[in-house]
C-alpha cells in the first residue's frame, strides 16, 4: 500500500464512538449556520424499512435534547408501494422526483434522486443513507456527519461497516470486491484506503457536492469519490466505522447490472472515450430449453455539477 494512504488510514479513520452526540451538538452549535444537517433518504419501494430508519433518526437525532439533524427528506424514486405513505406518517417530508426540476425530465436512477436532492435540502451539510437498511443505527447518521462538524479540513466522510451475507460477516459488498476495489486499486491507489467505496451512507459539504457531477445510476458513489478527490485531495476524504449494515441483497444478474454502470463511471474518468455499445446482455434459462437473452441499457448518463444550474443559484439567492 501506498505510504500516503497508509497515513490517512492513520489520521482519518476513526469510529462513530470516538465523536460522542454530546459533543457533535457543541460543534453544531458553535458552527452556526454552517453546522446545519440534511439527511436525504433515496427511496424506491422500500415500505417495509423506511418508516424505522426514520423513525429512528427523529428520536435520537431530531429529539430538543439531541436538534443535531435539521431536515429529513424521503426523495421519491418512482415508488409503486406505500414508501411515501410510510415516510410521511413517519415524519419525514416526502418529495417525488418529477417534483424537482419539472422543466428537465428526469432519468431512472440512484444518483439522479441524489442530485436533485440539492435543489429542495438546505444543509450546509448533506447526508445521504439508503432506505433499504434493516435494523437501523443512528451512528450511520452521527457516525459520518461527526468528522464534518469537528474538523473544518473534511469535506467528505464515508461509512465502513461489515456487510453479512448467509454465514459471512464479511460476505455482502461482492460488487465492491470485484469491481470497484481493483478499480480503485489499480487506477485511483490514493483511494485504495476505503473500506467500503460504493456504500450508499455518507455525508458531504453542500460545497462539494455542488461542483460535482452525479452519474445518474449506480456508478454515482464511484464517481463522486473519485472526483472528491480530484476536487479536494485524499486528506479532505475520510470514513468512520458505524457497525454493522443489514440491508436486502440483490441476485447475480442485478449486481452485473449494476457492475456494468460503476466499470463505465471508471471507464469515461479514465479516458472520456465513448461507449462502444452502452448495453448489457444477459442470460436466462429458458422454459422451452436453452438460453434466453435479455439486453438492459447501462447507465452512461451524467448530470452536471448542481452549481451550473440556474434554477440552484436562484434557490441560493
Request: glycine share 10%.
Amino acid at each position: 500500500m501506498l505510504d500516503e494512504v497508509g497515513s490517512w488510514l492513520r489520521r482519518r479513520s476513526w469510529t462513530a464512538a470516538d465523536r460522542p452526540l454530546p459533543t457533535l451538538l457543541a460543534a453544531k452549535r458553535a458552527a452556526g449556520s454552517f453546522g446545519s444537517v440534511s439527511v436525504v433518504l433515496p427511496a424506491l419501494n422500500e415500505e417495509a424499512t423506511v418508516g424505522g430508519i426514520i423513525a429512528t433518526i427523529r428520536a435520537e437525532l431530531m429529539s430538543e435534547a439531541m436538534p443535531l439533524v435539521d431536515e429529513l427528506l424521503v426523495l421519491d424514486s418512482g415508488c409503486t408501494d406505500r414508501t411515501a405513505e410510510v415516510a410521511a406518517a413517519a415524519g419525514a417530508k416526502v418529495v417525488h422526483r418529477d417534483e424537482v426540476l419539472p422543466r428537465l425530465p428526469a432519468l431512472p436512477g440512484k444518483g439522479e434522486v441524489l442530485w436533485r436532492s440539492l435543489l429542495v435540502t438546505s444543509g450546509e451539510i448533506v447526508c445521504f443513507i439508503d432506505a433499504d437498511l434493516r435494523d437501523f443505527d443512528a451512528r450511520f447518521v452521527s457516525g459520518v456527519v461527526g468528522p464534518l462538524l469537528t474538523d473544518p479540513g473534511i469535506q467528505l466522510v464515508k461509512a465502513m461497516y461489515d456487510r453479512p451475507l448467509g454465514d459471512s460477516p464479511g460476505g455482502g459488498g461482492r460488487v465492491t470486491e470485484l469491481v470497484a476495489r481493483p478499480l480503485l486499486n489499480l487506477h485511483w491507489p490514493r483511494l485504495a484506503g476505503f473500506v467500503q467505496p460504493l456504500g450508499g451512507e455518507y455525508a458531504a459539504r453542500r460545497s462539494l457536492l455542488e461542483r460535482l457531477p452525479f452519474p445518474v445510476g449506480y456508478g454515482v458513489e464511484l464517481g463522486l469519490l473519485i472526483d472528491a478527490l480530484d476536487c479536494v485531495g485524499l486528506d479532505a476524504l475520510a470514513q468512520v466505522d458505524v457497525g454493522v449494515r443489514l440491508h436486502r441483497h440483490q441476485d447475480g444478474q442485478a449486481l452485473g447490472r449494476m457492475a456494468a454502470a460503476i466499470y463505465r463511471t471508471a471507464q469515461l474518468r479514465l479516458s472520456g472515450a465513448p461507449l462502444t455499445r452502452a448495453e448489457l446482455t444477459q442470460f436466462d434459462r429458458a422454459p422451452s430449453g436453452g438460453f434466453a437473452p435479455r439486453t438492459y441499457p447501462v447507465d452512461a448518463e451524467e448530470r452536471p455539477a448542481m452549481c451550473a444550474l440556474p434554477e440552484y443559484a436562484s434557490r441560493a439567492a
